[in-house]
C-alpha cells in the first residue's frame, strides 16, 4: 500500500492500537466517572468504622453518621455539596486511562501477534487465559503509580476524620510527594500483589468476553457489532458477579 493510500484511510485502520487504546481508555474514564460516587461511599463507610472503632472501642455501641450506601451519599450531599462526591475522581480517572487502555491494546497484540489464532480463526482457550492474565499484569504494572496515588488520596478522608493533618494538597502534589520520598521505586511500592490480583482478574474478565464474542460469531448468525459486544459484555459482568459473590473485591469490569 502506497503512502497517498494509507494516508487516505480512516484514523482506526491506519493506527488500530492508538484508536484501541484511545477508545479504551475513553471508555474507562466514563465508566469510572458514572460509578466514583459508589466508591467513594464504600470508603466513607469503611473509614467512618475504623474511626470509630479506634476512638470509642469496638464495644461502644455508639450510633455512626452514616448506615447504608444511599443514607451515606445522601449526607455527603447535604452536609458537603453534590460535587464531593466526586472527590479524588481524578486520579481513579488516571489509574483507568492507563490500566484499561493498557490491557486492552496488550491482550489485542499477543492474542494477534504472539499467541496468534487457528487457521479457522478460532483462538483456544488456554490462550484466552494467557492473554488475559498477561495483559491484565502489564497493565496493572504501568497503572501501579496512579493507583498507589488513588489508594493515598482515598486514606486522606481517614486522616480527617482522626484530626490529623492532611499531607496532599492534590494529586499531583502526592505525585511528587511520593517521588521525592521513595524515588522511582517508591511510585511502585506494592504492585507484586496488585499485578497478582489483576492478572487473575482478567484471566476471567477478558477470556470470558474475548472467548464468548468469537463463539457468537464462529456459531450463530451474529456479526461483529453492539449486539454481539454487548451479549458478551454482559457474559463477562454475570463472570464478575460470580466472582464478586465469592468474594473477590474490586472493579473487575
Not at 466517572?33 to 466513607?44: A, M, N
Not at 501477534?113 to 497493565?139: C, H, N, Q, Y
Not at 521505586?185 to 496488585?194: C, D, E, K, Q, T
Request: include cysteine; proline fraction near 4%.
Amino acid at each position: 500500500m502506497s503512502s497517498a493510500e494509507e494516508k487516505s484511510l480512516p484514523f482506526p485502520e491506519r493506527w488500530p492500537r492508538a484508536s484501541k487504546f484511545a477508545l479504551s481508555a475513553c471508555a474507562a474514564a466514563v465508566a469510572e466517572l458514572v460509578t466514583f460516587p459508589l466508591d467513594l461511599t464504600k470508603t466513607r463507610l469503611q473509614i467512618q468504622g475504623e474511626a470509630a472503632i479506634r476512638r470509642d472501642g469496638a464495644a461502644a455501641g455508639q450510633e455512626a453518621p452514616y448506615r447504608g450506601m444511599l443514607r451515606t451519599a445522601a449526607g455527603i450531599v447535604r452536609e458537603e455539596g453534590l460535587g464531593k462526591l466526586w472527590q479524588g475522581a481524578t486520579p481513579a480517572v488516571y489509574r483507568h486511562i492507563v490500566y484499561s487502555g493498557v490491557r486492552m491494546v496488550a491482550y489485542e497484540h499477543l492474542r494477534d501477534s504472539v499467541l496468534r489464532r487457528a487457521e479457522d480463526k478460532t483462538f483456544p482457550l488456554w490462550k484466552a487465559v494467557v492473554g488475559g492474565m498477561s495483559a491484565g499484569a502489564i497493565g496493572q504494572f504501568f497503572a501501579s503509580p496512579t493507583d498507589l496515588v488513588k489508594v493515598q488520596m482515598q486514606m486522606e478522608g481517614k486522616r480527617k476524620l482522626e484530626g490529623k493533618p492532611l499531607r496532599f494538597r492534590g494529586v499531583h502534589h502526592a505525585f511528587l510527594k511520593i517521588l521525592s520520598e521513595g524515588g522511582i521505586r517508591g511510585l511502585w511500592a506494592g504492585w507484586v500483589p496488585n499485578v497478582q490480583r489483576a492478572a487473575l482478574v482478567n484471566m476471567g474478565d477478558l477470556t470470558t468476553y474475548d472467548s464468548v464474542k468469537h463463539f457468537l460469531l464462529l456459531n450463530t448468525s451474529l456479526v461483529d457489532n453492539s449486539v454481539t459486544h454487548s451479549a458478551s459484555s454482559i457474559c463477562c459482568c454475570w463472570q464478575c458477579l460470580f466472582w464478586a459473590g465469592s468474594g473477590c473485591s474490586g472493579n473487575s469490569c
